[in-house]
């Protein structure tokens, strides 16, 4: 079974300039989350969609970060205009139901903003 | 909102000797509380999972036990190997959102 796949896989831009990274869950799965991880600290959620629909994005800084995830399965995030504290990985997630257990992650995408 | 804290931040150990991390939560109405390792450049990996009416799981050389009363949680690694070297998180939900800790940078010295 292939597992969530995300690209880029690192990413180097300037402050103010926009970025999109790609999540590809694995097959099937109708949830889908974006979670951003700040070096040294646990994963926070930003979004989490269930099929094509927003579950929460409560957390998701709306002025700058959008996302979308047409046809319930590829998703991209959006960031625009970047800030030096957006320099985070961003983590994709795809779980099989509507719940959070058992989530599986991908390998990230990690951005540097200069 | 849900708050976890997570301890210690690193933990060095000689193989074969146990490893214990422990988490604590705010919300007395989580009730699912699942352990990820992270490997470097990786995404974290589930490792193993609990859910409130239960207060101790294991599987093989990973157990994890809860106390809701005290609100506090623990991961036991026995005979620990260097391919458990990883940071490991805790996380605690009451819904539909993950709160993790700040994750504990296992070293397990050959």
């Known amino acids: 079974e292939a597992g969530v796949a995300q690209s880029p896989r690192y990413k180097i831009i300037e402050k103010r300039q926009s970025v999109a990274f790609w999540c590809n869950p694995i097959?099937?799965?109708?949830?889908l989350y974006w979670y951003q991880q700040i070096l040294g600290q646990g994963p926070k959620l930003l979004i989490q969609f269930q099929n094509n629909g927003v579950v929460d994005d409560s957390q998701l800084p709306k002025d700058r970060f959008s996302a979308e995830r047409l046809k319930g399965v590829d998703s991209t995030l959006k960031i625009q205009p970047a800030k030096l504290e957006d320099s985070a990985v961003y983590l994709c997630a795809s779980s099989l139901g509507g719940t959070i257990e058992k989530l599986f992650f991908g390998s990230g995408t990690q951005l540097s903003v200069l | 909102g849900e708050n976890v804290e997570q301890h210690p931040s690193t933990l060095s150990v000689q193989e074969g000797d146990s490893a214990v991390i422990k988490c604590t939560y705010s919300d007395s109405a989580s009730n699912y509380f699942p352990w990820y390792k992270q490997e470097l450049g990786k995404g974290p990996q589930l490792i193993i999972d609990?859910?409130?009416?239960?207060g101790e799981k294991k599987d093989q050389r990973i157990a994890v036990t809860l106390n809701k009363t005290a609100k506090h949680f623990s991961l036991h690694i026995t005979e620990t190997q260097p391919e458990d070297s990883a940071v490991y998180f805790c996380?605690?939900?009451?819904?539909?959102?993950?709160?993790f800790g700040e994750g504990t940078q296992l070293t397990v010295n050959p």
């Open positions: 996380a605690a939900s009451g819904g539909s959102r993950l709160t």
């Open positions: 097959s099937g799965h109708a949830t």
């Open positions: 609990i859910r409130s009416n239960v």
